[in-house]
């Protein structure tokens, strides 16, 4: 398991809040991405990752009914003065996937609607969505961090400017449970 290699933690995944409230959550164990719109493509630069919540770009109209309203509109380059940090995530799965109907399949089990999922698609379309799986472990307790001016612009990985220590960390589902959907998402691609 990667998350005992590591006593302290300064990699951070830069996701919608949104995202990482159902990660944290254990409603999703998929993040869609293709990078950030400075980013020659999206690959993963690291097993383990804290992930850090953004609010700029969320759109409600993008996500399925039961988050959309959950979603804060914020003007552009706005972010908070502080960050809270709850959970982490181990990238168990890189799937590169360009084929709309095995998208379409995995529509139960990620937070986007199909308009985010034919967005993503289209927006450079030579390049697969990658489908993160990820295995999410929350803090016992959320850290507090300020936000830092290296932390903004559209990029999908930052380094935070103190590691946070990982101890204490509890799974946001059962291994077996993740296992389970693991293997759901797989047949579903490979059919």
């Not at 006593?7 to 990078?35: C, D, F, M, P, Y």
């Not at 990658?130 to 999908?156: E, F, N, T, W």
């Not at 101890?167 to 691609?189: C, G, N, T, W, Y």
């Amino acid at each position: 398991m990667v998350l005992a290699k590591f006593a302290q933690l300064q990699h951070a995944l830069k996701e919608w809040a949104i995202a990482v409230e159902a990660l944290s959550k254990g409603k999703t164990i998929i993040l869609l991405r293709k990078g950030g719109i400075r980013e020659a493509g999206f690959g993963v630069k690291y097993p383990l990752v804290w992930l850090y919540p953004t609010y700029e770009h969320q759109k409600p109209h993008l996500l399925k009914p039961e988050y959309a309203d959950s979603v804060m509109p914020v003007e552009s380059g706005w972010h908070p003065s502080t960050v809270e940090i709850n959970s982490c995530a181990e990238v168990r799965e890189v799937l590169p996937i360009s084929d709309r109907q095995q998208l379409e399949a995995l529509q139960p089990y990620h937070i986007w609607n199909e308009q985010m999922v034919s967005d993503r698609l289209k927006w450079k379309p030579r390049q697969p969505i990658m489908v993160l799986l990820l295995r999410v472990y929350r803090l016992s307790q959320s850290q507090i961090i300020p936000y830092h001016d290296a932390y903004g612009g559209c990029k999908s990985w930052i380094e935070l400017t103190e590691p946070i220590a990982t101890q204490e960390l509890v799974p946001a589902i059962d291994s077996h449970d993740f296992e389970r959907q693991v293997r759901e998402i797989k047949a579903l691609i490979e059919s």
